[in-house]
């Protein structure tokens, strides 16, 4: 069959860029390779217990919401409250005032470095301002119409605003831990405000976290909701959404996709909402007579080719016997966790870096020891990210009972490694019951003794489930020699296209940083593209 739009990957970015399309009254298609679209922005049941697999909160940024109201998808969210925690330290991030809290509890942890830990601060004083002015109205993009008054009054003042700020934002993008070299030579005090970001991540991105904490929002019946609610528009509007379809061939001459059982779709324009890489993967090159274009495209394939994915996770999901109120004592439903103060920069990473680059045989004796006790410091030292789902929906779990999702920053490489090796199991296994230890000899002191259910995901999961590029969870890494797409904010209008006849691209790999709120607006940019492409075709 012909599709006016085909959509490849059923993640956020693919649902935006349908839902507008069906919308629009355009044929569409959406080709999602997994059971149940969402990607990353989803949840499961398991006896009885609710967890979100991928994003644990919604970033609105002036995106979410608004994309939802120009739909006229109603849904129920609820404030998503954020705790930072450092030892036995907690404050509770609900107002902009609370940044002088969290001065606080870094100056009780570095009493030393109160006047380098005052000018970090200010610093991200500073870029909370900033993204008052980014993210300070509804975003353009997703208004229907606007009145002369609003363009006057609001639309335009904001304009000069951001006209303003984004030279100064662009100036941002050092790598956050140099940047904060600036201010302090505490290396313990840099890893403290930063170890929880990405390897790499520029200064403005990291440090806007504050504001981004105040705009995190959760919705009824988990995050799963969202997807389910574009899923259920694409098809009320005439769409289809065909899941366990995976897109294994590109035709971009004859306008042809094929999936893996030999299906055969065409299209009059393509957005492609997956991995980058397995994009160019699918084009047989030899099939293509314009060697203009197969140059072009070739030389695509391999600028992607030796690019890595940004970070990956492990995540342990628990069931335990332990009442919401024993959490709400403590922290609130989204928490941001160190252990212990000194830092990830304490560990000595040299042996295990030396062993993993080393042709994987069978992890035993000394060499399995070498990874086992880089992972005990490791978890010992890293920052975990908590969510707590039941807290902002009681029906997440049974009465009395809670279910947990903590995750932690983890490299691809070591859990390739101990794959490769024939270690996986117990390697996960060695994770969880660091991970339950240290959360129960500090912040969840009857964490251990109340576990109902464990399981586990690691880098290699996300890899299957997902088919990301090292397993990443956004995108590409900051630490690659150079960004393979656009990570201007000023150029992000540009960051749709590709050199491929009639496709368009879209999601968490086409543009720099990425998140949620990037993903629908490139789903939404890519749909209002492919539209004014199919109406001047029909003239």
Known sequence: MLYDILVVGGGVAGLTAAAYGARAGHSVLVCEQQPSVGGHVNSFERNGFVFDQGIRSIENSGIIFPMLKQLGIELEFVRSAVSLGVADDMIAVDTPQSLADYEELLCGLFPENKKDIARIVQEIRKIMGYMDILYGIENPLFLESYSMSYMVSTLLPWMFRYLRSMPKVSRLHEPVNTYLQRFTDNQSLIDIIAQHFFKETPTFFALSYFSLYLDYNYPKGGTKAIPQ??????????????????????????????????????????VWAADLKSLYASIDYNELSDQRLRNTLLMRRAELLDKRGGDSIFTLYLSVDLPLEYFKSISSAHLFYTPSKPGLSQIASEELRELISSPAGKLQGESKLVVQRWLHQYFTYTTYEISIPAMRDGTMAPEGKTALIISTLFDYDIARYVADAHWYDEFKTYCEDAMITILSDTVFPELGASVIDRFSSTPLTIERVTSNTDGAITGWAFTNESMPVMHSMGKIGKSIFTPIPDVLQAGQWVFSPSGLPISVLTGKLAADTAAKRLAKKRG
């Not at 259920?232 to 042809?256: C, L, M, W």
Request: glycine share 12%.
């Open 229 to 270: 609610a574009l899923l259920k528009f694409i098809q009320n509007h005439g769409g289809e959404v065909k899941t366990d379809t995976t897109i294994a061939q590109i035709d971009p001459i004859g306008h042809i996709a094929v999936d893996r059982d030999g299906v055969v779709y065409g299209y009059r324009q393509l």
